[in-house]
């Protein structure tokens, strides 16, 4: 079973508009925690957001905000104020794992396109 | 503030050569952990080292096999190499904390073209 699910393979936003990109995990662990990534064109990966599966508030970082329902297991990513350089590939991940040992898994992602 | 380096950032081999990737981690962190991405699809966990140890292993192929050094540095070697093998390989580090708050950073990655 999937572990990470990316419902959206792609996403058009017009500039400036908000978006969600959703996001749902499977895990039975107790600690885990909840990343996205962005992957432009070029390549590289780049760190946006964390959650901890203990953090009572949604994660904050500029204008990337973390959704985090844990009942529903969904950690949605909400970009507010697109600009066209938001236009990647997003990636969810979590990490799960005790006693020293994680494992990081990643979903298919979603591509995000933002139009002028 | 220091990244995660790899080298080299570009690499061509042909079917059934060798090739060695490496990592540099963010200075202080103590975890290194290699992806591999193939074209279109998701970063898939090969192996993990922490403190010099391996912590974890994913999908890594026998022929692959990698180390941490003492100076934290890691290198992915990859033998006998496939066209299957073309992808983008990350590196990533992070720092272990008791809190579970860890989070990795990648490197810019190595894209390896196996002709």
Redo the contacts between chains.
Sequence with gaps: AQKITQTQPGMFVQEKEAVTLDCTYDTSDP?Y?L?W?KQPSS?????LI?Q???DQQNATEGRYSLNFQKARKSANLVISASQLGDSAMY?CAM?E?LG??????????TRLKVLA | AAGVIQSPRHLIKEKRETATLKCYPIPRHDTVYWYQQGPGQDPQFLISFYEKMQSDKGSIPDRFSAQQFSDYHSELNMSSLELGDSALYFCASSLRTSGGAETQYFGPGTRLLVL
């Design positions: 600690s925690g990343f990534y390549g590289e990966m780049i760190f964390y901890g599966s203990y990636f990490r794992g020293g040992t994680y494992k990081y898994i990643f979903g298919t992602g």
